[in-house]
């Protein structure tokens, strides 16, 4: 059992080396059938095979002799023939050559033609995968037209977003552009208008400036005029009994200045102008301060100032409201102060109690006392306005006389204020509504401020 066991599998392994050996020779010399499932049949090269061996034989068989059985008739016959054959040597030794070479010939076309198959066969597999393409050819095609359709749309999509994308951030950055163009140019106007408004405020202060350079220029030459003619000043003068008298009558004289000049919120709404014009110019002095009303607007404004007046009633009203004021004649007062030691002065109402001679020295002490750039201001009754002799300016019986503003001007520059500056207050048609029908032009006119304030600076 063993022993054919044994001999199973040796008729296996000698049956796997005999197929291996078929293998190797075929897949060296490939029958005609190799490529028989791509539809390619390959020449059948065994009858060649058969002929080129026949030949070989017959090559093989030139100059040999038959053998005979042995013997000497045999003998002699053989070597005959051998002497034949050596004689024939020469005369068919060229066909002998040319029949070899034709026999390399014939092998070397067998190995190329065996060369061939074997190339066949190795491209068989991209030949097989050519048939299947040839095969496939119109479906392959018109997939690859609808592929190259839906790239095409693609593409085309893509180029169209593109496109738009494109557009749309254009038309954003001008949009953009536009906008910056339009803040720096509206920047630019502002910064102009400002630059200009700012030269034109710098031009407006320099002439301003020159203005007063110049007043003071012409006050000094004036003045150094008169002292060279031998003029000088007058010596301050008692007080005129005039200015006394308004405090010696038998009557309130508060109550009197509440009925008609109006109660103090109305004074102190009506005098809210002064305040921009003394502020930031120093200490402020009030001549003929009354109830406060104008130190309480520059104390609530922060600015230093203080007043005095010749009533004790007004005085000692003043200081129940922490008011730094005291009880002085205006001239003795100015007289004593040094000069050049006040930012501002104020004087509502008391010129016109003035006697003539007197407005002039009150206004040169004013000046005296002003630092330069200094403000005067002074307020009074409008004798422009014929309204106040009807029923204004001699309903207080201390007055003494209207002072035009063209005379007070006058008397200003004269005493060294310069930029003289004159506002009509308190138009008459509002305490007198039947001047509304007159002609604007001739109401203006002989109807128009009640008061006017007048402002000179220190030169």
């Not at 038309?171 to 700012?198: C, K």
């Not at 002064?274 to 003929?288: C, E, K, T």
Request: net charge negative; charged share 25%.
């Amino acid at each position: 059992m063993a022993a054919q066991d044994s001999d199973n599998h040796k008729t296996e392994e000698l049956t796997a080396l005999v197929q291996e050996i078929r293998d190797r020779v075929r897949a060296r010399y490939p029958g005609p059938d190799a490529l028989k499932h791509l539809r390619i049949t390959l020449p059948d090269l065994l009858p060649l095979v058969h002929a080129r061996d026949a030949a070989e034989a017959k090559v093989a068989s030139i100059g040999t002799v038959n053998p005979r059985p042995g013997g000497p008739l045999n003998a002699l016959a053989q070597f005959v023939k051998r002497m034949v054959a050596r004689s024939l040597d020469w005369h068919v030794r060229e066909q002998v050559e040319f029949n070899r070479h034709v026999m390399e010939c014939v092998e070397a076309t067998l190995e190329a033609l065996n060369e061939t198959k074997r190339v066949l066969a190795t491209v068989a597999p991209a030949a097989a995968e050519m048939v299947d393409a040839r095969s496939h050819w119109v479906q392959l095609r018109s997939e690859w037209e609808h592929k190259l359709f839906v790239n095409e749309t693609q593409f085309l999509r893509s180029v169209a977003d593109l496109q738009g994308a494109f557009q749309h951030r254009a038309s954003l950055m001008e949009a953009s552009f536009r906008d910056i163009a339009r803040s720096q140019h509206a920047d630019y106007l502002g910064a102009l208008e400002r630059s200009t408004v700012e030269l034109q405020k710098n031009f407006w202060d320099e002439v301003a400036k020159a203005r007063r350079e110049f007043e003071r220029l012409i006050h000094e030459e004036l003045r150094i005029v008169r002292q060279r003619a031998g003029q000088q000043a007058p010596k301050i003068a008692p007080a005129a009994p005039g200015v006394e008298a308004a405090h010696e009558l038998s009557f309130d004289y508060g109550r009197f200045a509440e009925r008609f000049r109006g109660t103090e919120d109305y004074v102190k709404k009506n005098i809210q102008f002064y305040l921009p014009r003394f502020q930031g110019r120093g200490a402020v002095l009030d001549i003929g301060c009354g109830r406060g009303e104008f130190l309480e607007m520059m104390r609530g404004a922060g600015v230093e100032a203080r007043g005095i007046d010749l009533s004790e009633e007004a005085v000692a009203r003043c200081r129940q409201k922490d008011l730094q004021v005291e009880k002085a004649d205006l001239f003795q007062y100015l007289n004593d102060l040094p000069d050049g030691s006040l930012g501002g002065i104020f004087c509502a109402q008391v010129i016109e109690h003035l006697t003539p001679e007197r407005l002039p020295e009150m206004i040169r002490l004013a000046s005296v006392k002003l630092s330069r750039e200094g403000l005067l201001a002074l307020e009074t009754p409008n004798p422009e306005c014929l309204a106040i002799f009807a029923s204004h300016f001699y309903l207080d019986p201390t007055h003494t006389r209207p002072v035009p503003h063209p005379l007070a001007a006058f008397y200003m520059e004269e005493c060294g204020l310069g930029q003289i500056e004159v506002q009509r207050l308190s138009p008459a048609v509002e305490s007198m509504p039947a001047l509304a029908g007159l002609p604007e032009g001739f109401r203006e006119a002989f109807f128009g401020g009640l008061d006017y304030a007048i402002f000179g600076i220190k030169l």
